[in-house]
């Protein structure tokens, strides 16, 4: 009977493993959740739409120093009121309501020649639009990351979905057993309430894991824009790569020069910095060529059937003299937002500092840990091993096996997050670097079958 038992309860953990490992036909592999994320993640999305929005802002800004040609045109049908001298009696006057038709056709271009506003205005167009491709660029690096997370605590949550359920299931065994054998006298009360109690919480644990693992799924569906199905399974062999850089100090180094996101803010305080300039500029005069060309033909009543055509080549210059106030109060607000924009520089760059030590230290501990527990994993099995071969003995009771069950439980959910986690901190550290590219993925989706 207690040979029966724990034949099931070993086929029961060995299943469990393999089903965690296996991967199934049709599974989403992660770089098709990655390529479904840059269609679909509507925060990946939102970044693409704010990149096209900036391109044109250099375009915007050549426009205020390139020439402006408008051209208009009028037809009027008039109707006036002329009163003028009698022809007839002297001093007397007459009136006479004359109809006629006007028209007027004028072309006019407008060439800066000196705008310091339109100069300002123009520099920071390109630093808009390169800001712009930054924080696209730095959009990249997050959906990147967003994929690779949300793949990985769902497929963390589907590991503990399933060592819940043969962790029930077990239970559910030792039950049936100690029922039989408290019938044949065989068994104790004590044994079949432990039994009942650790069936209980695992029932508990069951549901919560399965509550788990829709949200987790809903979160990934939320990123690739539709439902994930089967997912690929990490391979049992796998290993933590070998880093490239090694010390914190040249990852520090690689983040400040290359970190798209601190790149992006960089830009953002030299735009606040021209934004003062151009504000100063409302008190600078403005010079401009100015070229026309106008036809007319009975413009006004006294020039009635008469046509001109009139060419005019010259320049006009426009002095501010007051605003209201406006131009000091403009280049004041400009001033504080570049300080905001500063302040909000080494906020950025503290946080990016604090992400790429936090995954640093992840990555380098990672490797040590994950060997320790897959030989916890080895030492779990070779227990229950020795744990039955105990009971058949007589040295060992249920609980004993029951306890041996719990730790390699453990030891398996410890090492299969262990293994995300490491996955996970690896792409953040490269993203928090700089050295995050669309290779990161494939290299990471090679780890899984």
Do not use: C
């Not at 021209?274 to 008190?283: P, S, V, Y």
């Not at 008469?306 to 605003?323: D, H, K, M, W």
């Amino acid at each position: 009977m207690t040979s029966i038992r724990t034949s099931r309860l070993r086929a029961l953990v060995t299943g469990a493993l393999l089903a965690g490992a296996a991967g199934s036909a049709g599974a989403i592999t992660l770089e098709q959740a990655y390529q479904a994320a840059l269609k679909n993640d509507p925060v990946f999305r939102m970044r693409y739409f704010e990149n096209e929005s900036g391109k044109e802002n250099r375009i915007l800004g050549r426009a205020q120093l390139l020439p402006q040609i408008s051209a208009s045109h009028s037809f009027n049908r008039n109707i006036t009121d002329r009163l003028s001298p009698s022809s007839l009696v002297q001093g007397a006057t007459q009136l006479d309501h004359p109809r006629y038709l006007s028209r007027s056709s004028v072309v006019q271009l407008r060439q800066p020649l000196f705008n310091v506003e339109g100069i300002q205005r123009y520099r920071q167009g390109k630093v808009q639009s390169e800001q712009a491709e930054q924080a696209y660029e730095a959009g990249l690096d997050e959906v990147s990351v967003r994929v690779v997370s949300a793949y990985m605590d769902a497929l963390f949550a589907e590991d503990q979905l399933a060592l819940a359920r043969v962790q029930r299931d077990a239970y559910v065994e030792h039950q049936k057993v100690n029922t039989r054998l408290f019938q044949l006298g065989e068994g104790t009360r004590t044994d079949m309430l432990e039994i009942q109690a650790r069936l209980d919480l695992a029932e508990a644990q069951l549901v919560e894991a399965q509550d788990n693992v829709v949200a987790v799924r809903n979160t990934l569906a939320g990123v690739i824009g539709a439902d994930p199905g089967s997912l690929d399974q990490l391979a049992d062999n796998f290993r933590p790569v070998t880093l490239d850089v090694g010390s914190f100090e040249e990852w520090r180094s690689l983040a400040l020069a290359r970190n798209n996101t601190l790149a992006a803010t960089r830009l953002g305080v030299e735009n606040a910095r021209l934004d003062i300039n151009r504000n100063r500029a409302g008190h600078l005069p403005r010079v401009d060529l100015i070229a026309s060309y106008s036809k007319s033909d009975s413009e006004t009543l006294n020039y009635l059937g008469v046509e001109t055509t009139n060419r005019a080549l010259g320049f006009q210059i426009n002095f501010p003299i007051y605003s209201g106030g406006s131009v000091n109060a403009t280049t004041r607000q400009a001033a504080a937002n570049l300080g905001r924009a500063q302040a909000e520089l080494d906020v950025r760059s503290n946080e990016i500092l604090i992400e790429l030590r936090r995954a640093h230290d992840l990555v380098l501990s990672s490797g040590r840990k994950i060997d320790a527990l897959v030989k916890a994993v080895d030492s779990g099995k070779l227990l229950m091993t020795a744990t039955e071969q105990s009971i058949k003995g007589g040295v060992r009771i249920n609980l004993d096996l029951l306890n041996a069950q719990q730790q390699l439980f453990t030891s398996q959910r410890d090492l299969a997050q262990a293994r995300y986690s490491y996955l996970v901190g690896l792409m953040r550290l490269r993203a928090a670097a700089g050295t995050l590219a669309p290779e990161s993925i494939r290299e990471i989706a090679a780890f899984f079958r």
